[in-house]
């Protein structure tokens, strides 16, 4: 090897030597001025302007990086968010065929709720008034509405009444639902 290829050899090196020297001192001055992009903190522009025109070039492309994948975050989550949108659609429609499919069935329990209310709102009892006998009784609207219901009223109370004939005013009698 001669002294002259020796010595481009040696340059060379040294060259490569500065430019690592000339980041890590850049690195050391970016520490200083307290910036780390990785972690979201950036220059204040006063910070900015004292930066030389290669730290600021550096600066401005690690700028540009960090947009370029804030761009593809975005990008990616826009595809997300139209297929949520999509499976949020599809799950609303199987909701409203689900209470469509429902209706009939709420509306059933419905009126089952209102006529256990209405059945629990009457008596359970009835004292004898005078004229009654237990047709008439049987025929009131709060206690069956069917005079052929007597035979009900009689064997509920057969220790009270000993002939269905025979009521008298002032008896209560069980009402059995």
């Not at 999509?86 to 199987?94: H, R, T, Y």
Request: aromatic share 6%; charged share 30%.
């Amino acid at each position: 090897m001669s002294a002259r290829h020796a010595g481009r050899r040696a340059g060379a090196g040294w060259a490569a030597g500065l430019l690592v020297l000339g980041l890590f001192v850049s690195a050391l001055r970016a520490d200083a001025q307290g910036y780390d992009l990785d972690k979201g903190q950036y220059l204040t522009p006063e910070q900015y302007k004292k930066l030389s025109k290669d730290e600021a070039l550096e600066y401005c492309q690690k700028l540009s990086q960090e947009i370029d994948i804030e761009n593809d975050n975005a990008a990616a989550a826009n595809s997300q968010m139209a297929d949520i949108d999509a499976e949020i659609k599809a799950l609303q429609a199987q909701l409203a065929e689900a209470q469509g499919a429902n209706q009939p069935l709420a509306s059933s329990v419905a009126d089952l709720e209102a006529k256990l209310k209405e059945l629990q709102e009457l008596p359970r009892s009835y004292t004898v008034v005078r004229d009654d006998w237990l047709i008439k009784i049987a025929k009131k609207e709060r206690i069956y509405r069917d005079g052929h219901q007597w035979g009900r009223l009689y064997r509920a109370n057969k220790d009270k009444i000993k002939n269905p004939n025979l009521i008298y005013p002032g008896q209560i009698l069980v009402v059995p639902r």
